[in-house]
């Protein structure tokens, strides 16, 4: 790694930017995006600048008053480099190549933009709001942990990349112990499409599956890939800590 991905807070400090045209407006429109005030070169507070023309003087000038530069299109001039920016506030994904290829990272963030939900940001929120019900139901940091990460995992209750990330269904069911304890899923075909809303949240929470021999793999790979496996007629009494659901066709 030859640099460190750092995300800066900008808002109401000053940033020097300088050149003209369509380059340096998309630097302006990026630096307006995240609160900067946009001075010259001449601002002696400003700390930060991107030399948008590449101009070998300015940028020396600048960094001789230990200002932290971006020269545009002159990799080998800057102190950082601009990345790429999928933004689903408050989430941002930064893509960067080093300076090796714009046009890279540019078309890695349309990949990321078609794939990361609208509702990222919103989830990110969700959680945010709900630091107090999390440490009351998971007063453990380790519990909370393993907990927030079992829910944000595929197929969990609050996946990020599902359908429904819903925060507030997911603490209303782990509140009210549907984390523990043993549920049941009758399977009404082999179609996994046929299970219901609750059944598939259930399935991928599981930290083991007993299943008779009939179930379709298509099912079985609802749950989690952890998830322990146990091909039975009948589900054991003894079934250790966490969720055990049971399937049958």
């Given at each position: 790694m030859q640099s460190?991905?750092?995300?800066?807070?900008?808002?109401?400090?000053?940033?020097?930017?300088?050149?003209q045209g369509e380059a340096t407006e998309a630097k302006r429109r990026l630096l307006e995006r995240a609160g900067a005030v946009i001075?010259?070169?001449?601002?002696?507070?400003?700390?930060v600048a991107i030399v948008s023309d590449g101009d070998d003087a300015t940028v020396a000038r600048l960094k001789a008053r230990g200002v932290l530069v971006n020269a545009t299109d002159r990799p080998g001039l800057c102190d950082f480099t601009l990345p790429a920016i999928v933004d689903r506030d408050p989430v941002l994904i930064a893509i960067g190549t080093g300076g090796a290829s714009a046009g890279l990272a540019a078309a890695l963030r349309q990949r990321l933009e078609a794939l990361l939900p609208a509702h990222l940001g919103d989830l990110a929120r969700a959680l945010f709001a709900a630091r107090g019900e999390l440490r009351r139901l998971w007063p453990d940091a380790s519990q909370r942990r393993q907990a927030i990460g079992k829910a944000l995992a595929q197929g969990g209750a609050i996946d990020p990349l599902g359908g429904d990330p819903n925060v507030d269904r997911w603490l209303a069911d782990a509140s009210a112990g549907a984390d523990t304890g043993l549920y049941v899923v009758r399977l009404r075909s082999a179609d996994p499409d046929d299970l219901t809303l609750r059944d598939a949240r259930m399935l991928a929470q599981a930290d083991r599956v007993f299943h008779t021999a009939d179930v379709p793999m298509a099912i079985l790979d609802r749950a989690r890939a952890d998830a322990v496996r146990v091909v039975a007629d009948n589900t054991p009494d003894v079934r250790g800590e966490g969720l055990?659901?049971?399937v049958t066709l």
């Open positions: 460190l991905p750092v995300f800066l807070t900008l808002t109401g400090r000053p940033v020097i930017l300088t050149g001075v010259g070169e001449d601002d002696g507070d400003a700390r055990t659901v049971r």
